[in-house]
């Protein structure tokens, strides 16, 4: 298979480690880095997401909440998408954002708004109350996130994420051919 040295460290006890190890004798060579990656994004995926969420969970928000304010803060001046432009950058179905976007309004975070290039169709903007809630709760995330990588040094830091950014790349070309 691969260079055991060459393969992501991880507490033994990992219920992905054991994953892999189950897997070896199944799995052909040709193959091998590309399940060791398969698992390891997905269990990362599954834990962001777990951690996100408890993270979060002091302020009143869920992760796609969370999401949709980081999303329409992020874009900039003045802080307004469609409704389409939030689902895919949360990777969330229709259906899910127009839920997100309703308890957002509810709580007055967001509003809709004419879009001034065709009035036939709404934008969703952030209040003054939704601005503040995003600017505030990314820099809890990123607080709390930087303390628990915080054995990831700078390096190790960038590489990951230029490696997740090609990642999510490569993957977003595919489903967009889909």
């Given amino acids: 298979m691969s260079d055991p040295a060459s393969r992501p460290s991880a507490d033994a006890s990992d219920p992905a480690t054991e994953t ?12 091998w880095t590309t399940v060791e990656v398969l698992v390891w994004v997905f269990r990362a995926g599954r834990q962001v997401e777990a951690w996100l969420a408890d993270t979060l969970a002091g302020d009143g928000l869920d992760t796609s909440e969370f999401g949709a304010l980081s999303a329409l803060w992020m874009h900039g001046e ?3 998408l469609s409704a389409g432009e939030i689902a895919d950058r949360l990777i969330q179905t229709t259906g899910g954002t127009t839920k997100t976007i309703r308890r957002l309004e509810g709580r007055g ?3 809709r708004v004419a879009d001034p290039d065709d009035g036939r ?3 969703i903007e952030l209040t003054p109350a939704g601005l503040n ?11 709390a996130f930087d303390l628990d ?5 700078t390096a190790e830091r960038s ?3 230029v490696g997740l950014a090609r990642l999510a790349g ?6 967009r051919r889909r």
């Fill in 149 to 153: 990588i915080g054995e990831l040094d």
């Fill in 170 to 175: 490569e993957l977003g070309e595919r489903l």
């Fill in 109 to 111: 975070l967001v509003t």
């Fill in 20 to 31: 892999l190890g189950q897997l070896e004798r199944y799995v052909d060579p040709r193959h």
């Fill in 121 to 123: 169709r709404a934008l």
């Fill in 78 to 80: 003045p802080h307004r």
């Fill in 159 to 161: 590489e990951l994420g």
């Fill in 133 to 143: 809630a995003a600017h505030s709760t990314l820099e809890l995330v990123l607080d």
